[in-house]
C-alpha cells in the first residue's frame, strides 16, 4: 500500500512563495505516476500539475503554468510543488496523488491547506 503525505502548507500573503513536498512510502516504486491537485470548498478537485515517471519534464496545468513549478527527488520518493507569486485565487487544499499510470490516481494524500491572503 502507498502512502502519500504532503507537508509545507500554510498562511501566505499575495505575492510569496510555498514549496509543497509529497513523500511516498510503502511501495512507492509500483507507481508509475505522481500529481498534484487542488481542491476549495464547493468545488471538484483540480489538477495542478504532476510526472509521468517516465518522462523527465512534468505537465503543469495552463491555469498555474509560469508561477507552479514541479520537481522530483527520485532518491527520496519525494515530489514537490514550487509554488511563486501567490495568489488568494491559489487558496486552496493541496492534494497529492499516485496511481500505476496516469490518469489512474489510486493513492491520496491527506491534503494540505494553502491559504494566500489579499
Known amino acids: 500500500q502507498v502512502q502519500l503525505v504532503e507537508s509545507g502548507g500554510g498562511l501566505v500573503s499575495t505575492g510569496d512563495s510555498l514549496r509543497l513536498s509529497c513523500a511516498a512510502s510503502g511501495g512507492a516504486y509500483r507507481t508509475g505516476a505522481m500529481a498534484w491537485f487542488r481542491q476549495v470548498p464547493g468545488k471538484d478537485r483540480a489538477f495542478v500539475g504532476g510526472?509521468?515517471?517516465?518522462?523527465?519534464?512534468?505537465t503543469i496545468a495552463d491555469s498555474v503554468k509560469g508561477r507552479f513549478t514541479i520537481s522530483r527527488d527520485n532518491a527520496k520518493n519525494t515530489m514537490y510543488l514550487q509554488m511563486n507569486s501567490l495568489k488568494p485565487e491559489d487558496t486552496a487544499v493541496y492534494y497529492c496523488?499516485?496511481?500505476?499510470?496516469?490518469?489512474?490516481?489510486?493513492?491520496w494524500g491527506q491534503g494540505t491547506q494553502v491559504t494566500v491572503s489579499s
Open positions: 496523488a499516485a496511481g500505476p499510470y496516469w490518469g489512474k490516481w489510486d493513492y
Open positions: 510526472y509521468r515517471w517516465s518522462v523527465s519534464s512534468p
